[in-house]
């Protein structure tokens, strides 16, 4: 039997929820991850995967683009 650890947001539980894997891919394919999550924001998502999308966005321009921009990002992701 597989052991998983979900996490639970108000009722929303994300176990397997491939969108949290942008949280970590930002960091090892951060070029991915920028580009899933903008085509995850173009798709009207769900509040948790806007704010995940909106993370990943203001990380990636935080450590690669403009401070202003992810800062907006991450102000979003609330």
Do not use: C, K, Y
Request: proline share 5%.
């Amino acid at each position: 039997m597989a052991w998983f650890r979900s996490t639970t947001i108000r009722g929303v539980t994300a176990r397997n929820d491939s969108v949290l894997d942008l949280l970590p891919m930002v960091f090892a394919a951060p070029g991915e991850a920028l580009t899933r999550a903008e085509e995850l924001l173009g798709a009207d998502p769900s509040p948790l995967h806007a704010s995940v999308a909106h993370q990943v966005i203001g990380i990636w321009q935080r450590d690669f683009g403009d401070t202003r921009r992810a800062l907006a990002h991450l102000r979003r992701a609330r």
